[in-house]
């Protein structure tokens, strides 16, 4: 059956997640939930599957579709869903509940999330992974349920601990971060784990480290799917803003041979097309 040019333009797109209607996944429905983003506070969407929330993130090339059959999916993006930790989701709400000076059960927790309608499914997450909460949290037990109480010497030593992990699951992948010093992935490291935080909690990771927390990420152009950063000058050089420099070069490079890597021996666009039989 011919496809029409509206039928092969269609506004769909690619997605990749995990649990999605598997065994594993609790075989439900995925749920799109508003939640506060753990940084910002602003609004957005995450995704309730199974024992999991999780969030969002868009890969984009400049200039790309996907070939799908006989048909083309306009936006080439790639909308990839991965769990996020549930100690991030909830530090907000801990922080606020501890404002009270009591101890708090997954009931107020829930509550501090302000998930409004979506407090349900949200529920029963936090629920099935509360058990991490000890992690961060004094907690005691009352009647059969836990309490929690956020406790700053445990948080810190949880997101160390975090930030260890990145990094040795960073140095498995050599062709993206294998050129890396250790210094700068540690440095990166950091940085992807404080994308999590709030500021206060962001500088406080930074002091851990005895680390000067970036100024803001400028504006960035997309030239050719590599993304240049616009060039700052400064009456000098600062080692750490050097260094990083060197890090993000360092990556673009590891970046581009990849590409070249896999764009080696790529088919020509007409061989995703079928060929009618006469």
Not at 151 to 165: C, E, F, I, P, Y
Not at 190 to 201: F, I, R
Not at 216 to 232: F, H, L, M, T, W
């Amino acid at each position: 059956m011919a496809v029409s040019d509206k039928q092969a333009v269609e506004r769909r797109t690619m997605m990749v997640a995990r649990d999605l209607m598997l065994p594993g996944g609790g075989g439900r429905e995925p749920v799109l939930v508003n939640l506060n983003d753990p940084k910002t506070g602003e609004k957005r969407q995450f995704m309730v599957t199974g024992t999991h929330i999780q969030e969002c993130n868009v890969v984009k090339k400049k200039f790309s579709s996907w070939f799908v059959d006989d048909s083309i999916i306009q936006d080439g993006s790639i909308y990839i869903w991965t769990p996020i930790h549930i100690v991030f989701l909830v530090l907000p709400a801990l922080e606020k509940a501890r404002e009270q000076g009591t101890f708090c059960g997954i009931d107020h927790i829930v509550e501090c999330l302000d998930c409004g309608s979506d407090a349900f499914a949200v529920m029963d997450i936090v629920r099935a992974q509360q058990k991490k909460l000890q992690n961060v949290c004094e907690f005691k037990e009352n009647g059969g349920e836990l309490y929690y109480k956020l406790n700053d010497d445990k948080m810190k030593a949880w997101l160390q601990g975090r930030v260890v992990r990145l990094e040795n699951d960073l140095k498995k992948k050599d062709d993206a971060f294998g050129s890396l010093s250790d210094a700068a992935l540690h440095l990166y490291s950091v940085g992807m784990v404080s994308e999590y935080l709030s500021d206060t909690w962001s500088e406080a990771l930074y002091e851990l480290y005895n680390l000067d927390k970036p100024a803001a990420v400028p504006a960035s152009n997309v030239v050719d799917d590599v993304i240049v950063q616009k060039e700052v000058k400064k009456p000098r050089v600062d080692p750490k803003q050097l260094q990083k420099a060197r890090a993000l070069e360092a990556k673009k490079e590891a970046k581009a041979k990849k590409l070249a890597k896999e764009s080696a021996g790529m088919k020509k666009m007409s061989a995703f097309f079928s060929v009618k039989k006469k």
